[in-house]
C-alpha cells in the first residue's frame, strides 16, 4: 500500500500564497504520477495539477499560471506552490498517487486523507 501524508494546508487572504506537500511511503514497486486534487463544498472532486515520472505536467485551466507542481522523485514527495490565492480556490486538497505495488501489477489510485485550504479576508 502507499500512505500518503499531506501538510501545508490553512488560512490564507485573497492575493496571498500557500505552499502544500505530500510524502509518499510504504511498500511498492513505483509511483507513476503524482498530483493534487480538490473538492469544494457541494461540488465534485477536480483535478488541480499532475506530474508524471516523464516529467510532464498539467493544470486545471483556472489554476494556469498561479499554481506550480513539482516533485522530489527521490523523496517521493510532491509539492503545490499556490499564488495569488482567490476564494474560490477555497477546498478541501487531496494528494493522489499512481502507484504499482509489485512488478507488472495495475496501476492503482492512491489518496491521502485531504487538508483543508480556505482563501478569505
Known amino acids: 500500500q502507499v500512505q500518503l501524508v499531506e501538510s501545508g494546508g490553512g488560512l490564507v487572504q485573497p492575493g496571498g500564497s500557500l505552499r502544500l506537500s505530500c510524502a509518499a511511503s510504504g511498500r511498492f514497486f513505483s509511483i507513476n504520477a503524482m498530483g493534487w486534487y480538490r473538492q469544494a463544498p457541494g461540488k465534485q472532486r477536480e483535478l488541480v495539477a499532475i506530474?508524471?515520472?516523464?516529467?510532464?505536467?498539467n493544470y486545471a485551466d483556472s489554476v494556469k499560471g498561479r499554481f506550480a507542481i513539482s516533485r522530489d522523485n527521490a523523496k517521493n514527495t510532491v509539492y503545490l506552490q499556490m499564488n495569488s490565492l482567490k476564494p474560490e480556490d477555497t477546498a478541501v486538497y487531496y494528494c493522489?498517487?499512481?502507484?504499482?505495488?509489485?512488478?507488472?501489477?495495475?496501476?492503482?489510485?492512491?489518496w491521502g486523507q485531504g487538508t483543508q485550504v480556505t482563501v478569505s479576508s
Open positions: 506530474s508524471t515520472n516523464s516529467g510532464n505536467t
Open positions: 493522489n498517487a499512481q502507484s504499482r505495488l509489485t512488478f507488472g501489477s495495475p496501476v492503482a489510485d492512491f
